[in-house]
């Protein structure tokens, strides 16, 4: 996988700062106030950081920015980065200007002269978040991974408080990768032995085969595999670091390619498709984090694993199939395949493992970014109190989320003259019907979830954290969610 930076945090020692050789990075708050590093480093480049931080130039900067002085006498380092911050700031402002301090770097080495910044940690955070390039199929011109070193008072305690920031990042980047590899790369069966590696953290794996689950029945998932070479599969990952209680469930859609099937989609942008294992991305990096940091909380992830290809085997519109619940199922359009994956997916995880409550995540419309765009996923709900913790999470971690209808009225959209339920209600509405679809796979009183990140999996241009591409979106929110509830 791509590994995230792995900082340094080091002791108070003024004298390094005249030798360092990358990008030293001061911090000045609004009152242009300069700190002792703030004053070693202006003494050693003959007053131009005072110069600079009392001009109207720094004024203009806004909190978190970043200014870049070049070539700056008196010192070895390449230039100083000028980040505008208080000594106490905001948690998510210390991450953004991290994120900031990131992107100035400009591929070289990074000495952060935090001193006694409260939020030191989130800094950094916000630093390694954005240090992300999925380069691995490049043969040439690889962006060149950097050092980071941070000069901090206490720097023992700020390095342990960054121990949790440090798994959160790697459950990010493991997502972030499953996401922005290939199809031809990342087929089922590659995604399930990359999975299967979470074994090695302790996290319990299976991979339930196709001939599992057709005995299990789940004929509406493995429809949607059934024109391809790629064999349908289902992992199932389990992090029980708690004690006797039930499990709360995460479930992913993992769609590892998406044509459309028999009811193919227009052929340009049809490359994005690689993104449409998104949700099962998102859970995977969750059950990554939560064995990283030792989360004291029994999770279990179920992501379903299809590839949707047309081919004589493939499924056609008008079919009907019979669920694992039992319900028939008329496909209207092979391309609402996500649906189809998630019903019997969700339907096991609430009959094998009995949850205290289920979140599913699927990149399953396009409907929900023409209603949020790229800001925000649209997040449905059965249970108001679930709900409001999500979304708690959600802002607490800077994840855009918005809650979204559910009703009974839209029921009649998906009416089926010949089963039991039709697998798409049209354009009205199509997040809804499809969120209402899934709905039908959960079971009275179960606190439910359904997540539609097509807007947020990936995007084409940068986000705070993320370079265009994979943005591990969720992956924050989950662990917050788990983290503030679950957790004994």
Not at 36 to 51: H, I, T
Not at 136 to 150: C, L, N, W
Not at 220 to 244: D, F, I, T, Y
Not at 474 to 483: F, K, N, Q, S
Request: glycine share 10%; aromatic share 6%.
């Amino acid at each position: 996988m791509t590994d995230p930076i792995q900082p340094q945090f080091i002791e108070h020692n003024l004298n390094e700062i005249a030798d360092f050789k990358g990008r030293l990075v001061v911090f000045v708050g609004k009152a242009a106030t300069l700190d002792r590093y703030g004053r070693r480093v202006n003494r050693l480049c003959k007053g131009a950081l005072s110069k600079y931080v009392t001009s109207s130039a720094f004024e203009k900067l806004t909190k978190g920015q970043c200014h870049v002085l070049s070539s700056p006498v008196g010192l070895s380092a390449q230039a100083i980065i000028v980040c505008k911050a208080e000594r106490r700031p905001k948690v998510l402002q210390a991450r953004r200007a991290g994120a900031e301090i990131a992107k100035a770097a400009n591929d070289s080495n990074l000495m952060l002269l935090a001193g006694t910044n409260s939020r030191s940690a989130e800094i950094v955070y916000g630093v390694c978040l954005r240090r992300y390039s999925f380069n691995r199929h490049k043969t040439s011109d690889k962006p060149a991974g950097i050092k980071v070193s941070v000069m901090v008072m206490k720097h023992e305690e700020v390095e342990a408080e960054y121990a949790n920031k440090a798994a959160l990042t790697e459950g990010t980047f493991f997502t972030r990768d499953l996401i922005n590899e290939p199809a031809n790369i990342l087929t089922t069966t590659e995604f399930a032995d990359r999975l299967l590696a979470l074994k090695d953290l302790g996290v319990e794996v299976s991979v339930l085969e196709e001939a599992d689950m057709a005995k299990l029945g789940m004929h509406a998932l493995l429809g949607v595999g059934q024109g391809s070479e790629s064999p349908s599969k289902m992992v199932v990952m389990r992090w029980n670091g708690g004690g006797k209680e039930a499990p709360f469930a995460l479930v992913g859609k993992g769609v590892v390619f998406d044509t459309g099937g028999i009811s193919i989609k227009p052929a340009a942008g049809m490359e994005d498709m690689t993104m449409d294992m998104g949700g099962a991305g998102v859970v995977a990096g969750v059950m990554k984090t939560l064995a990283l940091r030792k989360a004291k909380a029994n999770v279990v992830g179920l992501v379903g694993l299809v590839e949707n290809m047309p081919d004589a085997k493939a499924q056609r519109p008008g079919d009907i199939v019979k669920s694992m619940k039992g319900d028939t199922i008329e496909v209207i359009n092979t391309d609402a395949e996500g649906r189809l994956v998630l019903a019997d997916v969700l339907w096991y995880a609430q009959k094998t493992y009995k949850p205290t409550g289920v979140i599913n995540l699927a990149t399953l419309t396009g409907a929900i970014i023409i209603g949020l765009g790229h800001e925000n996923a649209g997040v449905f709900s059965n249970d108001d109190g679930l709900c409001k913790k999500f979304l708690k999470a959600a802002k607490d971690e800077d994840e855009g989320a918005w809650r979204m209808p559910l009703g009974k009225a839209y029921d009649k959209l998906i009416d089926s003259d010949f089963a039991d339920v039709k697998n798409t209600g049209g354009r009205p509405a199509g997040s809804i019907t499809a969120a209402q679809f899934l709905q039908r796979f959960i079971e009275p009183e179960m606190p439910w979830i359904h997540l539609d990140i097509a807007g947020v999996a990936a995007t084409k241009k940068e986000t705070d954290f993320a370079p265009k591409g994979a943005s591990g979106w969720g992956v924050r929110a989950l662990d917050r969610l788990i983290a503030d509830n679950y957790e004994a």
